[in-house]
């Protein structure tokens, strides 16, 4: 069963409720390095752009359970965005999540499912109230995002995307400024104390772009 929150960082998200959650990773504190491989075109082009190259950057360690998935969404061509914390973390962004936030262009039930099913989980499409879900064991830190604030259509957002390697998998992330547009837009109050750090972290990436060009 699950049930609709809305977190503060203005993203409507599906949340497990009533049920044994699963052990998973704790909150990303480990400094790692990674690498933005390209900022926009085609999914399977990994050409290094040096758009945020070796940021300092929160290391998110996925389980086997979280690794299959992803993997499975790329391999069957399902097209999603790590938006929310997850992606200012990989941007080089301090702070730390509980959550990773996916935001799909569209809730394709068969191949989600499939995708679920590799990694040895599931999929709900959600029914009345309930939204979809993903659900199974190390897969419960995941959570489908439905709407976001201040952002344009998913297709805009995805076309200038961010290519990162998360723990070796290539994922899209919204960019970091794009993050920050919604986390203004969503008004709350977490959200608005966290703005500062963000763009401090947004001014560091573009120095850090500028002196390389």
């Given at each position: 069963m699950t049930s609709t929150t809305r977190s503060a960082r203005g993203l409507l998200t599906a949340k497990p409720c009533g049920e044994r959650r699963t052990k998973s990773p704790g909150p990303i504190r480990e400094w790692t390095q990674a690498t933005c491989i390209t900022h926009s075109g085609a999914w399977n082009s990994l050409r290094g752009n040096g758009c945020a190259a070796d940021s300092p950057v929160f290391n998110i360690v996925l389980t086997s359970a979280e690794r299959t998935l992803l993997e499975a969404l790329n391999a069957l061509g399902i097209r999603y965005l790590v938006v929310g914390m997850g992606a200012a973390l990989l941007q080089g962004a301090p702070g730390t999540t509980q959550d990773f936030d996916l935001w799909f262009g569209h809730l394709d039930g068969e191949r989600l499912n499939e995708a679920a099913r590799r990694?040895?989980?599931?999929?709900?499409?959600?029914?009345?109230?309930?939204?979809?879900?993903?659900?199974?064991?190390?897969?419960?830190?995941?959570?489908?995002?439905?709407?976001?604030?201040?952002?344009?259509?998913?297709?805009?957002?995805?076309?200038?995307?961010?290519?990162?390697?998360?723990d070796g998998v290539p994922v899209k992330v919204l960019p970091l400024d794009r993050v920050i547009a919604s986390k203004r837009a969503a008004r709350r109050l977490k959200d608005t104390a966290q703005l500062p750090m963000l763009e401090a972290a947004l001014a560091v990436q573009r120095a850090r772009k500028t002196s390389e060009e």
């Open positions: 990694a040895g989980g599931l999929y709900t499409s959600g029914f009345g109230v309930q939204p979809p879900a993903l659900g199974g064991e190390g897969l419960d830190r995941l959570d489908i995002v439905l709407t976001a604030s201040g952002l344009d259509s998913f297709d805009q957002e995805f076309a200038r995307a961010y290519e990162y390697e998360l």
